[in-house]
Each structure stands twice: as C-alpha cells, then as structure tokens.
C-alpha cells in the first residue's frame, strides 16, 4: 500500500479531522519503523468494520476514563457494547423487522390448539400469560442478558488470566509500561491512566469477551426456533417465545409445510414452559450447575501467552483467541466433571420428557411427528449453534447425550405408572429416575436372574446328557422301553441337543431369556418329540459355556454333541433291528398263511375245471 492509500484509507476509517491527526502522527515516525508497520502481515481492515467498531464503543459508553471506569465497576462483561453488536448484526441479517397481524395470530393459533393436545395427556397447567412472538432482534433483547449472566464467572476468570500473563509475562518487553498502541499501521496513543498493563488488559479483555458474546448473540439469533431450544428457560416470559422468520426458514430447509412444523414446534415449546413453570426448583437447579462449572474454570496460562503472542494487533478482534475457553481453557476439574455429568444428565431428563410428550400428543395430528422427532435428536447430539455457543462462552459441552435413553425411560415410566406418576417425579429432584441405571436397572436384573437360573438349569442338563453319552446302546434301548418316570433321562439328553442348536432356539424379539425354571422342568417332563421348545436368550455363547461345563471331564462341546449324536445313531439301529425282527417274524405267519391260501385256491379251480369238462 503507498502512502497516497493509506492517507486516503485514514481519512475514510476516521473522517476528515480525526483521519489527518492519525496520519500526522505516522508521518513523524522515524522512516523504518514506518516502513516497518506499513509492512505489517496484518493489512488493514474495511473502513466500514471501523465506523462499526467505533459506533459500538460509542454507544457502549467508552468515550471518557469515566465511562471506562464505571464500566468496570459494573462486573467483567460489557452488556452494552455486547448488546450494540449483537443488535447490529440481527437487524444486518433479520428479512422480518416487525410482527405482522397475521403472522402473530397464526402463531398463536397453532400454541393454543398445542395446549389442547397437550391437556388430555399431562398433570403440569399451561402457564399465565400467552406466547411471544419475535424477531430476531427482539430475541436479542431478551435472551443475552441471561447469556451475560452465565457466562460473568467465565469472563471474570479471563480478565483476571489476562491481565496476569501480560504483566508478569510479557510486561518485560515493554518496560513495565504501554506507551501507545497500534492498530495495523495506526499509532494510537493512550491516556496516562491507561499505561498500566494490568489494567489495559482487564479492559482489553471486558471488551473482547463482550465482542465475542455479541457476535455469538447475533449469529444466534438467526437459528433459534423458540424460546427453549438450549433445554432451558432463557427469555423471562414464561409462557415461551416462537421466532416465525426462523421457523419458516427451517420448514424449506426440511422440505415440509410451515403449519405442520409450526405446530410440531408449538408443542416442544408448550411443554417445556409447563414443565419449568410448573417445577420451580428445575432452573435454579439449572443456574446453580452451570454456576458451579463455570466458577471451576482454571485458564491455562502458557496457552493464553501464546495466544497473546500471536495477536498481530492489541485490539479485541485479535485477542478473541486469548478468550476463547475451547483454546485456552484447562482440563476439567473433578467438581466440574460432576457438575457437567449432573448438567447433562437433567438437560436429557427434560428432553427425554418433552419428546415423550410431545410423541403422546402429536402423533394423532401431525403427519411427519417421527421425521421431526429425530431431525430434533441429531441436531442436539451433534451439537447445533446454542451448544456450539456455550462451549465458547463457557467451556461446557452441553449436550442431552442421553435424551433417545430418556424418552424411553420416561415412556417406560408412562406405561408403568400412568401420567400421573410420570409427571409426580418432578415434584422434587431425589425422585428424578437416574440415567443409564433406572432406565435399565429393572430389565437388566430380570435378564441377569433368567440367566443365572438358565445357566443351572442348562448345566443339569449337561450333566445329564454327558451321563448319558457313556452307556451302552442297548442301555438306551431299554431306557427308551421304559415307563416314562424313567425316560426323562433320554428325553433330558434330547432337550440339552435341542437347546444347542440355533436353528431350533426360539429368541424373543427384545433378545432376552423368557424361560424360566418352571418352563425347564416342564419341559424335562415332556415326552421326547415334545413340540415345546425352550427360548433361549441370544446374548450368551453357548459353545463357550459348553466348553466350561465340560473342561472338568477332559470334552468339548463338540464332543458332547457327537456322543449324543452316536447314542441317538446306536438308539435308531436297535430300534431298526427290532421293527426288522418283528417285519420277519409276521412275514413268516404271512407265508404260512398265503400257503394255505393257494392250495385252496388251487382246489377250487380244479374243481371248475372238472365242472366244466362234465358239460
């Protein structure tokens, strides 16, 4: 850039006045570090992110010490500077700028006949008041102070780090005070109250973390549905907020009709206000976990040096990465990862419990429930902007990676105990069902009894087939010619060859062992060639516990089986001699029989033949 440009550039970025101050001061720089900073691998930025960075100090109150002052008193977050740069950003973006008649009663419409659904198949009482219906600058207004509010023990952390790395750090290369500041090739300088490098960066941060906040704000607010789409209360109307713009957006994104989704989001948001107006513990118990996490947050400060060492301009747009947790932020502590453990564990309670109810009261009216069910699924577990939002913000990946486990919890709560006792669990935080272990925990015990019990009664089985696989063949023969008290052996030996065999095993859909103890008895008493069969549960390898039932007598499973099969091969043959003796002995009466036959018969046609000569 030549010099002609760069004037040109100074006079649009600061106006006529201000723009000849900067360039007279660049001017009266010797001519190598001017070369120098004309150099700089940084380039300049568009006059117009200028205007917009110096409207938004100006309307956050930062023209005087004063203003700086009593901007740090009032905590580690700059609200309004925060606030301007969100607002910019979703006026820039919003095509809605107010709620038309028509738009605001559809939506209403579409809550109203929500709670209608929703009265015949829930306990909670829609809350007082009706619905807000928003742009995306009014969600502004109302959603960032919260965002502010969780992310203050953060952002104080921060500054704190911050302005410790660069006075004890990196205070050395200065003297042990800033004299000016640059912004790309501009000289800046700063007021005597300023020179002390703890407190420039304590603004330095404030302010970046502030900036960070907006920007996050303001790309929210383009993607926000309602007003629970984090899982929690965030807006102060209880009764919810819809962003139509947005949803209309979603509806094309989805290739479905607005009403349908319009009504699909009117139920998820019904329900989550009822939910939290109704259960007044569940978002302080919100507030205090997320509080805990954040006031556990430790910076790594040799990440935030380097950070710092990177920025190529002392401006907040440089130093974001000196603020963002997912760069500089440490290992999470044991008190933390309790914290977060609890966090997700409530977010897929809340969740599990929405999409449960939300199936119940929809699935009668809303064509493509299912579709939309799980569109809502994928994009919480991978993690939409709100989550992405707070790991930023907050270090925390606050994700309801549990919440396809909860709504089948909570469907199973529904079946079991009716949507009075479903809804009764959130009268208090101890009668909350735990996941994974309750939902689970009851299935899983049954499953490891059966197994328990079908293991002894198999391993008897066993037993009795390996007896039997050592006798004789003609033993099995009069076995087999026995009452049938004393068959139960072979009929046993019979059962233990079926219960091996996978073609013949009947398994449940669900996977588990349905045969109970009294079923194998019954079926030790059933005669061989008994049609009843047992089901075995598919989640056990029978060969491998075969193998261990056998190992004491020096066989296989395999071995096993081959001696039942020979027993049976010895068993076919002696009956097969038997039906053979028996075939001999009635063909021999047959013979004798026939005999005599034939020599009747030969008499008798003598007799006609000497008849017939006669005549």
């Known amino acids: 850039m030549s ?116 009265d015949s198949i829930m306990e909670f009482n829609p809350p007082a008041g009706t619905v807000d219906v928003l742009t995306r600058d009014e969600w502004v207004s109302q959603a960032l102070p919260r965002w502010a509010h969780f992310a203050a023990p953060v952002a104080k952390s921060m500054n704190q780090a911050m302005a410790s790395v660069f006075s004890e750090r990196l205070g050395g290369m200065m003297g042990g005070e800033i004299t000016g500041m640059f912004a790309g090739p501009i000289p800046m300088p700063i007021p005597d109250d300023l020179k002390d490098p703890q407190k420039l960066m304590t603004i330095l941060g404030n302010t970046t973390y502030a900036m960070q906040l907006g920007r996050a704000g303001g790309q929210l607010s383009s993607k926000i549905l309602g007003g629970f789409d984090q899982g929690i209360a965030l807006l102060p109307n209880p009764a919810g907020a819809m962003i139509p713009e947005n949803i209309e957006n979603y509806a094309q994104e989805l290739n479905l009709s607005y009403t349908e989704v319009l009504e699909y989001l009117s139920l998820v948001e019904q329900a989550h206000a009822r939910l939290f107006a109704s259960v007044s513990w569940l978002m302080p118990q919100f507030d205090a976990l997320i509080g805990k996490y954040a006031r556990g947050i430790t910076i790594d400060l040799d990440a935030m040096e380097e950070q710092l060492r990177q920025a190529e301009e002392m401006n907040p747009d440089s130093l974001a990465g000196a603020v963002d947790l997912s760069k500089v932020g440490m290992s999470d502590t044991p008190e933390q990862r309790e914290a977060l453990h609890s966090l997700e564990n409530l977010m897929a309670l809340v969740e ?232 001999n002995n009635e063909s021999g009466s047959d013979g004798q029989k026939s005999s005599d036959d034939d020599a009747e018969n030969n008499e008798n046609h003598e007799g006609d033949d000497d008849s017939q000569s006669q005549q």
């Open 352 to 583: 599990g419990w929405v999409d449960t109810i939300v199936w119940r009261a929809g699935m009668a009216h809303i064509p493509h429930l299912n579709q939309l069910r799980e569109m809502q699924r994928r994009e919480r577990a991978l993690g939409g902007p709100a989550e992405e939002t707070f790991e930023t913000l907050l270090g925390l990946q606050l994700k309801p990676k549990k919440m396809r486990e909860a709504a089948e919890l909570w469907e199973t709560i529904t079946l079991a105990e009716g949507q009075e006792g479903r809804d009764g669990r959130w009268s208090h935080p101890d009668l909350l069902p735990t996941l994974p272990e309750d939902a689970l925990a009851a299935a899983s015990a049954k499953d490891n009894q059966e197994a328990r019990q079908l293991d002894q009664d198999l391993s008897q089985l066993l037993q009795s087939s390996s007896a039997s696989s050592t006798s004789s063949a003609p033993s099995v023969s009069s076995a087999s010619s026995a009452p049938p008290a004393a068959s139960s052996t072979a009929s046993a030996a019979s059962t233990a060859e079926e219960s091996v065999s996978g073609d013949e095993a009947k398994i449940d859909h669900q996977g588990s062992a349905d045969m109970s103890a009294e079923d194998m008895s019954a079926e030790d008493n059933n005669p061989a060639g008994s049609k009843h069969e047992p089901k075995i549960s598919g989640g056990i390898d029978w060969d491998a516990e075969l193998d261990k039932l056998l190992a004491s007598e020096g066989k296989s499973a395999a071995d096993a089986i081959d001696a039942a099969d020979d027993d049976s091969e010895a068993k076919k043959q002696n009956d097969s001699q038997k039906q053979n003796n028996q075939a």
């Open 3 to 118: 010099e002609e440009e760069l004037h040109q550039w100074m006079i649009e970025s600061f106006g006529p006045e201000q723009g000849e101050m900067a360039w007279q001061q660049l001017s009266s720089l010797p001519p190598e570090i001017r070369e120098q900073l004309m150099s700089a691998p940084g380039g300049l930025p568009d006059p117009q992110e200028v205007h917009s960075l110096m409207d938004a100090f100006t309307t956050s109150g930062l023209s005087t010490m004063q203003d700086i002052d009593s901007m740090l008193d009032q905590g580690p977050i700059n609200i309004k500077l925060a606030s301007s740069i969100a607002h910019k950003m979703a006026q820039q973006n919003q095509k809605i700028s107010s709620i038309s008649a028509i738009s605001g009663q559809q939506v209403r419409s579409a809550v109203s006949q929500a709670n209608l659904w929703l």
